[in-house]
């Protein structure tokens, strides 16, 4: 495929519209951020094991999900240098959900 076509293909791709959100589904969306500093965690990844989802958080530390049925949902939430986080979220009946998860520096451990 040429380039060019191939930056096309991409671009038509990274510009269609998210998934239609379906009656009793749930927008989740929200960031990672560091519990010391607050400053947000790129390339964190947030994984919702129920529905089988890893969705990684942006250069602004944001991410999202597509439309989720509401209920209840394990989270784990990770990134390097960084202890994981994992807990339970509920989805109820707002149409749009956002978690904010700030993880804890985790130090180095040094061989001996």
Do not use: C, H, K, N
Not at 4 to 19: F, N, V
Not at 68 to 92: E, F, K, N, Q
């Amino acid at each position: 495929m040429p380039g060019s076509l191939r930056g096309l293909l991409l671009a038509t791709l990274l510009a269609a519209p998210l998934a239609a959100q379906a009656p009793g589904e749930v927008v989740l969306r929200g960031r990672v951020g560091d519990a010391s500093t607050g400053a947000g965690l790129a390339g964190a990844e947030v994984v919702l094991p129920g529905p089988g989802l890893v969705r990684p958080t942006d250069a602004s530390a944001a991410w999202s999900a597509p439309p989720l049925p509401r209920g209840t949902y394990l989270v784990l939430v990770r990134s390097l240098g960084y202890a994981p986080w994992t807990g339970v979220i509920s989805l109820t009946s707002a149409d749009t959900a956002t978690a904010t998860f700030l993880l804890t520096p985790r130090l180095p451990i040094m061989p001996l």
